[in-house]
């Protein structure tokens, strides 16, 4: 992004994808609002583009390839703490939202989400009181998703560490990730 570009007081966005069709086409979508975007597919990429650049939003993948999108909340946050990030990820559960939001994420999104989703995401820094609480019991199989996943986090994301931890055989951690694909 040059000085040029930042002068005209257009909104700066980072978007930090490793699918590069879904990078591409969020970019052109934000794009063709006005945005100036800057794209990453890495942790080490976003880091160089923060340090290098002030962006207004920013929109994180949860999983980049080896790497883990929360990493990049919480340096982009301590870099740019006026930034307001957004995580998406199609991995969606409770353990990786309070995360995200205890490291700096302004909202967490699960996809599939689309630009006016993000959007209005980045305009609401606020949280609703009013929002029902009264929703619908978690079944088994999400509580003990959502369990595996938040010990998974507390691992950094080692299976054989987690499996010890939940007291499974590694391969059968492993057989129950392939189904719900981390």
């Known amino acids: 992004m040059t000085t040029s570009e930042r002068s005209e007081d257009k909104p700066t966005l980072l978007i ?37 650049d ?31 990030i957004v995580v998406l990820t199609g991995y969606a559960s409770i353990a990786t939202a309070v995360e995200a939001i205890k490291l700096g994420a302004a909202h967490y999104l699960a996809k599939p989400s689309n630009t006016d989703d993000i959007e209005a995401a980045f305009s609401s820094a606020q949280g609703d009181p009013n929002v029902p609480v009264d929703g619908r019991k978690s079944s088994i199989k999400t509580l003990e998703w959502e369990y595996i996943h938040q010990t998974l986090v507390e691992c950094d994301f080692n299976i054989s560490e987690a499996a010890r931890r939940l007291g499974l055989h590694r391969r059968t951690l492993a057989r129950k990730l392939e189904k719900r694909r981390i």
């Open 54 to 84: 002030d962006f207004d939003y920013a929109v994180v993948d949860l999983k980049l390839g080896n790497d883990s999108g929360l990493t990049v909340v919480q340096s982009l946050h301590a870099l740019r703490p006026d930034t307001h």
């Open 16 to 52: 930090v994808e490793d699918d590069p069709a879904f990078g591409r086409t969020l970019r052109r979508s934000f794009e063709r609002r006005g945005y100036i975007v800057a794209s990453a597919s890495s942790a080490a990429e976003a880091d160089e583009l923060a340090r290098a």
